[in-house]
């Protein structure tokens, strides 16, 4: 009598199950330490709570985290801070699209030039991170520390960006992301916002009054690669107070030329918005 071999539920694969658990072990530790990064200090109960791992699974990838010096544990805290090897490992990032060092000497002209604190910064999702900036010498300043964070639809560079995607791009990241309001001045309706980015578009550099935090406010416009896509931003920030009606166009046209700028020294190419 001849058996009948039963249909598989799928078809054989070079995975196992071992192995799909060894990659949802590394997912998970990826999400742990990219938490950890975006927090000053963060202690293991919030951190288990937030990402929905248990507290053991969590220390466990805590501790492996560490040893390589990813993350450090404060003592006296009792939190988990990042470690000098995700600073190395961002470093490494920054060094092969120049970006920064290209950056860097633009952004020193562009505060001497406005008197405003200078940032560069990169899209990550629907936000933008900061990678670099440089401090205006007044009392009241704006700092981003490096590896901050911020939602485009209320950031200045963030905008800038936005509004240089492809319609289709832009749709698809404030689809997944939504439009949080911060300050009563945030874009929480896409009608509002598109219409802000098609004024972006039109001027070649963006605004952002009090939108992101009160009182503050700031000028951006996007740096494009090789290829012609906004690969960045460059901004200038500080007290709303300074940024007069009667100065806007004037900070315009000096960050447009810093982003063109920009592009020019990491692409070869340049996009003429200062005008």
């Known amino acids: 009598m001849t058996q009948t071999k039963r249909p598989r ?3 054989k694969s070079q995975f196992t199950e071992s192995s799909a658990g060894t990659m949802q072990s590394l997912d998970r530790a990826l999400g742990v330490l990219t938490t950890v990064a975006r927090q000053e200090g963060v202690n293991l109960t919030d951190l288990s709570l937030s990402l929905g791992i248990p507290t053991a699974t969590t ?8 040893k390589r010096d990813f993350v450090r544990f404060d003592e006296e805290r009792q939190d988990w801070t990042i470690g000098i090897e995700a600073y190395r ?6 060094k092969r699209t120049n970006l920064s060092d290209a950056g860097r000497p633009v952004m020193r002209r562009l505060m001497e030039q406005t008197g405003e604190t200078a940032n560069l910064a990169v899209p990550d999702g629907a936000e933008v991170v900061f990678i670099g ?6 009392p009241i300043r704006a700092f981003f520390p490096p590896g901050s964070r911020t939602p485009m639809h209320a950031s200045g560079t963030g905008k800038a960006i936005l509004a240089a995607l492809p319609e289709d791009r832009r749709l698809s990241l404030l689809k997944g992301a939504g439009l949080q309001g911060f300050t009563e001045n945030t874009h929480v309706t896409p009608r509002a916002l598109f219409e802000d980015l098609e004024q972006t578009a039109a001027r ?5 009054r009090n939108e992101r935090y009160e009182g503050m406010s700031c000028i951006g416009a996007a740096i494009f690669n090789d290829r012609g896509e906004p690969c960045a931003g460059v901004s200038i920030s500080g007290p709303s107070s300074r940024f007069s009606d009667a100065r806007l ?3 315009g046209r000096a960050v447009a030329q810093a982003a063109a700028q920009i592009t020019h ?7 003429d ?3």
């Open 9 to 11: 539920g799928r078809p």
């Open 59 to 66: 220390h466990r990838i805590l501790t492996t985290l560490q």
């Open 89 to 94: 490992t961002g470093v490494a990032y920054l």
């Open 133 to 138: 900036q440089v401090e205006t010498g007044n």
């Open 204 to 208: 070649g550099w963006s605004f952002d």
């Open 249 to 251: 166009p004037e900070f």
């Open 265 to 271: 020294l990491i692409a070869g190419q340049g996009r």
């Open 273 to 275: 918005h200062a005008s």
